[in-house]
């Protein structure tokens, strides 16, 4: 069930209605049973593996609370992620390997006939696995206490607003709030509604509009015209921002209408004016994961090996950043999908981050505004690597920025699509960013509130795409 789709209502107004009736308790068993419907509508195979990756980490974290020896704690941690990383490594990642390495066998005249498991990939599956593994992780440190109840904590890892797309949560905030009795007050509802309202309009006027131009230019074979690779990049950059920020805040606001608050997933990424300041506003669920969860405990490991502690303290530490880096930004970039493209995507922005920060005093001196502009543009490299196909198209394309504008010139519907949706996206982006929060309309008088509703609405009826296209990141 798609959020914006006509099932997905009748779904929520039924759950909705049952759950404001409710006592606590009950309340955490419907969401429970509503969360294993809506994943199971998609497949309901794959419920198998959600309540493996509960069982499994609830019982691991049970262990690691009540275990005094901290060789039985490690063991019992590795258990939970190595369980974590096996069910999302042989679903997404096992036919793909596979396939590398006959690839690279084969150049070197050797026959190989791999095996493959042609499993479909489980809808939400790198979003789950690392909600549950963080949980694990969060009690061996110390950081949470294990859950007493079986069922809230099942209904931490599939609560159905955020299971299949995020935001990533984790135990300190979301477990708490299922553990605890919610009061749902009236602005929560007006607040959810308005969030939920923004990425329906993100979803179905912008990002499924740009959609109509992205996909006709990355679907054509080589060669590209300069022209048809900006515009391509440009939408694209636009679209996979409003279809995402769409998601979350639909999702946001699902959860805060029933009194739960999930974490803020976009924060105008692209007015941030510098590649570091992006990734602290794209999808932060995930990159504060792999900060918290890889890059930090990596740096610190590989600071205090012996080899790098014997070196001068510069060298130290800028060894260490450097190949910590690289090792986290390549895994965040392959978490996205199993395809060399995403590998280089993450490799594209270690360099860039690394670039950043050898160069930034000579970066932050220039006028913001510059910085802003330049930022995006090389954002919007990687977002090339990102889209494209495969790493020959993604050369073709990157080949094409310098070539004549051919074959074709765009045409005319499409740059009227980027130029509406970009001016339209930014100016909001704007007016969030000068306000330093995504609820300003709450700000304004309720006769501006509800022409702003109208005029929604009318964009909506107007320009909405009612394909039910799926959102980007369900394949992730």
Known sequence: ????????????????????????????????????????????????LI????????????????????????????????????????FKYYDFFAES????????????????????????????????????????RRKLAPARNFWDFALFVAFFPQLIAGPIERGTRLLRQIVEPRNIERENVLKGAYLFGWGFVLKVVFADNLALVVDPIFAAPPPYGSLDVLLGVYAFSLQIFCDFAGYSCMAIGIARSMGIEL??????????????????????????????????????????????????????????????????????????????????????????????YYTRRGWDRMPRSIQIVLNFHLVCGGWLLFRSESLPQAAAMFAGLLSA????????AALSILLCCGIAIFSVERMQEKQQQGLWLFRWPSPVRYALVVF?????????????????YFQF
């Open 1 to 48: 069930m798609l959020f914006h789709s006509l099932q997905f209502a009748v779904f929520f107004a039924l759950v909705y209605a049952l759950y404001r009736i409710l006592p606590h308790r009950a309340q955490n068993r419907l969401l429970l049973l509503a969360s294993y419907f809506f994943y199971g509508s998609w497949n309901w195979r794959y419920l198998a």
């Open 51 to 90: 309540l493996l990756s509960t069982a499994v980490d609830y019982g691991c974290g049970r262990g690691i609370a009540a275990a005094g020896a901290p060789r039985r704690r490690s063991g019992l941690l590795a258990i939970s992620i190595a369980t974590n990383l096996a069910i999302l490594g042989t």
């Open 101 to 140: 390495f006959a690839d690279l066998v084969g150049n070197f005249g050797f026959a190989s006939e791999p095996y493959f498991l042609n499993l479909a990939l489980p809808v939400g599956i790198s979003f789950y696995t690392f909600q549950s593994m963080s949980y694990s992780i969060d009690v061996y």
């Open 263 to 356: 974490m803020e997933n976009f924060r105008r990424p692209y007015l941030a004016p510098n590649i570091a300041e992006f990734w602290r506003r794209w999808h932060i669920s995930l990159s504060s994961w792999f900060r918290d969860y890889v890059f930090s405990p990596l740096f610190l490991a590989l600071k205090n090996r012996r080899g790098v502690r014997s070196l001068p303290l510069a060298w130290r530490h800028g060894v260490s950043f450097a190949i910590t880096l690289i090792v986290a930004e390549f895994l965040l970039g392959m978490w996205h999908g199993a395809g060399w493209n995403y590998g280089l995507f993450g490799l594209y922005h270690a360099g860039a981050i690394w670039g950043y």
């Open 405 to 412: 504008p051919l074959p074709s010139p765009p045409s005319v």
């Open 456 to 472: 929604a609405s009318c964009l909506v009826l107007a320009f909405g795409e009612f394909g039910n296209r799926p959102f980007i």
